[in-house]
């Protein structure tokens, strides 16, 4: 009997023991960009907090600027993300700035950095700041939609306007990610399944296309894919998602200490936050200027970027 018990507990320990090393058999990404490295010939890169952040800046020709302007992605985006949107911007005499957040595009995929919307926030003032002690603009997609609304409530005095695509920020901040699951998830082993998962079956060409094609609500082309593929090659890319997880909020942030005039747009055929969050958005903050591009899906300033130019012009350039 005893010796049966034996051979069962040996079993199991071997099997937990293969299921635990096995993942580490297969190969991921371990690509690490040289630290000379510039994705954009517009790439600058800083430390915040101890935090590599990747961001591109644009400096209108004339001297005098009329505003900055700061460009936050969505979830899986990037800077790429804005990239019809820049030069219309710039030649419009404005100081743009796009930022990848971490650990999205080429900016940091260490472990320990606390990612909450507060956090991210916090983090992306310092870099505003230290590029202009000006008012800024703000501009959000999607996660970026929350994003910039926390750092609209969080530093009213410094926003300058507020514009929020296919996202929203719904109001006070509250922490997530500190239980056992959230633990669980972002454990070693865990990160090591989920990086050879991805690498070997989602960070692929046709799954990127797939992807991008529900979010524009049309086919992309080759060059938005291997725009958005590429970050995700870098070594340590699914580990860092994965630890968005364990984000906890440090500072309580309110949808009424927003103070500056506010644009939502949605694209009318978003299929990944359906339009009636906007409509939400408004029941809570009536005054908002609120558009909406007929025909575009998720990313409506990449499909449809004449529209949206226009639009986020004809807002920016307005006086209170």
């Given at each position: 009997?005893?010796?049966?018990?034996?051979?069962?507990?040996?079993?199991?320990?071997s099997?937990?023991?293969?299921?635990?090393?096995l993942?580490?058999?297969?190969?991921?990404?371990?690509?690490?960009?040289?630290?000379?490295?510039?994705?954009?010939?517009?790439?600058?890169?800083?430390?915040?907090?101890?935090?590599?952040?990747?961001?591109?800046?644009?400096?209108?020709?004339?001297?005098?600027?009329?505003?900055?302007?700061?460009?936050i992605?969505?979830?899986?985006?990037?800077?790429?993300?804005?990239?019809?949107?820049?030069?219309?911007?710039?030649?419009q005499?404005?100081?743009?700035v796009?930022?990848?957040?971490?650990?999205?595009?080429?900016?940091?995929k260490q472990?320990?950095?606390?990612?909450?919307?507060?956090?991210?926030?916090?983090?992306?003032?310092k870099l505003?700041?230290?590029?202009?002690?000006?008012?800024?603009i703000?501009?959000?997609?999607?996660?970026?939609?929350?994003?910039?609304?926390?750092?609209?409530?969080m530093?009213?005095?410094?926003?300058?306007k507020?514009?929020?695509?296919?996202?929203?920020?719904?109001?006070?901040?509250?922490?997530e990610?500190?239980?056992?699951?959230s633990?669980?998830?972002?454990?070693?082993?865990?990160?090591?399944v989920?990086?050879?998962?991805?690498?070997?079956?989602?960070?692929?060409?046709?799954k990127?296309?797939?992807?991008?094609?529900?979010?524009?609500?049309?086919?992309?082309?080759?060059?938005?894919?291997?725009?958005?593929?590429?970050?995700?090659?870098?070594?340590?890319?699914?580990?860092?998602?994965?630890?968005?997880?364990?984000?906890?909020?440090?500072?309580?942030?309110?949808?009424?200490?927003?103070?500056?005039?506010?644009?939502?747009?949605?694209?009318?055929?978003?299929?990944?936050?359906?339009?009636?969050?906007?409509?939400?958005?408004?029941?809570?903050?009536?005054?908002?200027?609120?558009?909406v591009?007929?025909?575009?899906?998720?990313?409506?300033?990449?499909?449809?970027?004449?529209?949206?130019?226009?639009?986020?012009?004809?807002?920016?350039?307005q006086t209170?």
């Amino acid at each position: 009997m005893k010796k049966a018990l034996r051979i069962v507990l040996t079993g199991l320990v071997s099997l937990l023991l293969l299921l635990f090393l096995l993942p580490y058999a297969f190969s991921v990404p371990d690509y690490v960009p040289a630290s000379n490295y510039k994705p954009f010939p517009e790439s600058y890169f800083t430390n915040i907090n101890g935090v590599s952040i990747h961001y591109r800046e644009w400096k209108p020709a004339a001297d005098s600027s009329k505003g900055n302007i700061l460009f936050i992605h969505g979830f899986s985006g990037s800077t790429f993300s804005w990239r019809k949107n820049i030069d219309t911007l710039v030649a419009q005499g404005y100081h743009v700035v796009a930022v990848d957040v971490p650990p999205f595009g080429y900016s940091s995929k260490q472990k320990n950095v606390n990612h909450s919307m507060s956090a991210n926030a916090n983090l992306l003032w310092k870099l505003a700041d230290s590029l202009s002690n000006n008012v800024w603009i703000l501009t959000g997609h999607s996660m970026g939609a929350g994003i910039a609304g926390a750092m609209a409530a969080m530093s009213p005095e410094k926003t300058d306007k507020l514009i929020l695509v296919d996202g929203t920020f719904n109001g006070t901040v509250q922490s997530e990610g500190s239980g056992f699951t959230s633990l669980l998830i972002s454990s070693g082993p865990v990160k090591q399944v989920a990086s050879v998962i991805a690498s070997n079956y989602y960070y692929t060409f046709p799954k990127f296309k797939k992807l991008l094609a529900s979010a524009y609500s049309q086919e992309p082309d080759s060059f938005a894919v291997a725009g958005y593929l590429e970050p995700f090659t870098i070594k340590r890319t699914t580990a860092a998602i994965l630890e968005l997880s364990r984000a906890y909020e440090t500072q309580s942030l309110s949808l009424s200490s927003i103070k500056a005039p506010v644009l939502l747009i949605w694209g009318s055929k978003d299929k990944w936050i359906p339009i009636d969050a906007a409509q939400s958005f408004i029941k809570k903050m009536p005054a908002v200027q609120y558009s909406v591009i007929e025909g575009a899906g998720h990313c409506p300033m990449e499909t449809h970027a004449t529209e949206f130019n226009r639009l986020l012009i004809k807002f920016i350039n307005q006086t209170p």
